[in-house]
Each structure stands twice: as structure tokens, then as C-alpha cells.
């Protein structure tokens, strides 16, 4: 069975501060972790995949097998990037397969 | 945008009324997936199309929905006899071979009293 899991449903950080959005998942096979972001009216939409090793819009993450996580970093934090954050996994290598959310955290910048 | 659009956007139903959404992805899609959203959560996956063979289901999918996408382009999410735990946004997303990755839709909030 695949779960991901965010422990944060909530949080607030000030604008320019060092922001950590926390996913932790289980998987027994080799995963593939996304990131998914929602801003607000928007639609879903991919913020950055770990097999691209990207940095978009300033965030960062870094699949950790032995701690089974992918944490979502941004070193200073803008008003812009409220919004809703999700976690995904997929089997990794089925491109076509389902993705597995976790139950998103919700990040507000407080200016 | 990501080109998928979803109709409609609200539906409000009374329990047991049979109800259909559709999800209209670019032609480019030959992969849809259908997921279910309630409050509070994220994304559920319900179903995978490739092209219009139905690859997968989720055991969420229970006999009273039902999912289509007769030519391989547009898709429709049949729920039969609705219940008020059916409520929830419905999300529609289309993808490709080529580029792996998912893009949804709107989305269709249903409301069942």
C-alpha cells in the first residue's frame, strides 16, 4: 500500500523566513515523489518532481529513502507562495499509475 | 490553464438522484484520470483511462459509479443512487506518453442534500 503523510495541516511563516514543508511516506517498492501546489481560485498544477532534482520558484526537495521523506524547502519565504501544498506518490517508472496524495498543508506568508 | 475543463462546475443533487459529470481534456491526452477530492483531504485517485480502455480502478469506484471515455477524448463520471458522502469536488486530469505529467481540471463541487 502506498500513504503519504503531511503533518502540518497549517502553516504560517513571515515573509523572507525559512519555510519547511514536511512529507513523510510508505511505500514498499521504489516511489516517485511529487509536489503539487494550489493556489487560490487556481487549479491544480506540479510544482517539482524529484527525479528532476529542479528548483522552482526558489523551492527545493530532496527524496530520503532512509527517512522515507521529501521535504519541501524554500530558504526565504514570499507573499506570493500562499497556497495550498500536496505531496504525491507514484510507483516509480509506471508514468501511466495513480498518484497517491497526502492531505495537503496549507501555507500562508504573512507579509 | 492546462486545457481540461470540467462540466459543470457545481452540482447540488437530493439523495438518490442519478448524476454525470464530463471532462474535456486536449486532444493531445490519451491518458485520463478521474480523482475524487472531499474537505480537508487530498486528491483521491478513482480511475485511469489510456486512450479509452479503462486501466484501472480504484476500490473507491464502488458499482454505483460508473466512467466512460467512449472515443478517447472526452470522459464522463456516472453516480448512481447518490448518497451525502458522495459529496465532494470531482477532479478530472489529462496527461500524455510524452510528457508524464498530470493536468487537472477544475474540478466539478457536488453537493448531494
Known amino acids: 500500500a502506498q500513504r503519504v503523510t503531511q503533518p502540518e495541516k497549517l502553516l504560517s511563516v513571515f515573509k523572507g523566513a525559512p519555510v519547511e514543508l514536511k512529507c513523510n511516506y510508505s511505500y514498499s517498492g521504489s516511489p516517485e515523489l511529487f509536489w503539487y501546489v494550489q493556489y487560490s481560485r487556481q487549479r491544480l498544477q506540479l510544482l517539482l518532481r524529484h527525479i528532476s532534482r529542479e528548483s522552482i520558484k526558489g523551492f527545493t526537495a530532496d527524496l530520503n529513502k532512509g527517512e522515507t521523506s521529501f521535504h519541501l524547502k524554500k530558504p526565504f519565504a514570499q507573499e506570493e507562495d500562499s497556497a495550498m501544498y500536496y505531496c504525491?506518490?507514484?510507483?516509480?517508472?509506471?508514468?501511466?499509475?495513480?498518484?497517491?496524495f497526502g492531505e495537503g498543508t496549507q501555507l500562508t506568508v504573512n507579509p | 490553464d492546462t486545457g481540461v475543463s470540467q462540466d459543470p462546475r457545481h452540482k447540488i443533487t437530493k439523495r438518490g438522484q442519478n448524476v454525470t459529470f464530463r471532462c474535456d481534456p486536449i486532444?493531445?491526452?490519451?491518458?485520463l484520470y478521474w480523482y475524487r477530492q472531499t474537505l480537508g483531504q487530498g486528491p483521491e485517485f478513482l480511475t485511469y483511462f489510456q486512450n479509452e480502455a479503462q486501466l484501472e480502478k480504484s476500490r473507491l469506484l464502488s458499482d454505483r459509479f460508473s466512467a466512460e471515455r467512449p472515443k478517447g477524448s472526452f470522459s464522463t463520471l456516472e453516480i448512481q443512487r447518490t448518497e451525502q458522502g458522495d459529496s465532494a469536488m470531482y477532479l478530472c486530469?489529462?496527461?500524455?506518453?510524452?510528457?508524464?505529467?498530470?493536468?487537472f481540471g477544475p474540478g466539478t463541487r457536488l453537493t448531494v442534500t
Open positions: 486532444s493531445e491526452h490519451n491518458r
Open positions: 486530469a489529462g496527461g500524455t506518453d510524452v510528457s508524464d505529467e498530470q493536468y
Open positions: 504525491a506518490l507514484r510507483r516509480f517508472g509506471a508514468s501511466g499509475s495513480r498518484l497517491t
